[in-house]
């Protein structure tokens, strides 16, 4: 299964690529919106799309909103400091995507990349 993590705090994002990289997903790093949509837009679509909801350049709704454009049933997996956002994000994508309050457990990550 691949995974795309767009996530600017670096630390965070090759944690996370280096763990699930080790229990066998494929993993993909962006660093920004305007990275991710760009990485997008090349093609080879992941299976989930693991995005930070606050992001430099484009946030991780318009992140979403757009890799649903290519890929419909996309998984979505929006991850959050900002707890307000969560009724936002519900609302903007169709179907709803998963959301996260950081900070994440990786268990929790694991079990919804399960559900896929």
Not at 2 to 28: N, Q, S
Not at 46 to 63: S, T
Not at 88 to 109: E, G, R, W
């Amino acid at each position: 299964m691949t995974v795309l993590i767009v996530e600017d705090d670096a630390r965070t994002a090759r944690t996370l690529a280096k763990m699930l990289g080790e229990d066998g997903f494929e993993v993909e790093l962006a660093f920004d919106g305007a990275g991710a949509i760009a990485r997008l837009g090349r093609g080879g679509i992941p299976d989930v799309l693991v995005v930070d909801y606050r992001l430099p350049h484009v946030d991780g709704l318009a992140v979403a909103a757009y890799a649903r454009s290519l890929r419909p049933d996309l998984r979505v997996i929006v991850l959050t400091s900002y707890p307000e956002v969560v009724a936002q994000a519900k609302s903007t994508l169709n179907p709803p995507a998963a959301i996260f309050t950081k900070p994440l457990t990786y268990a929790d990550l694991t079990a919804e990349l399960s559900r896929v």
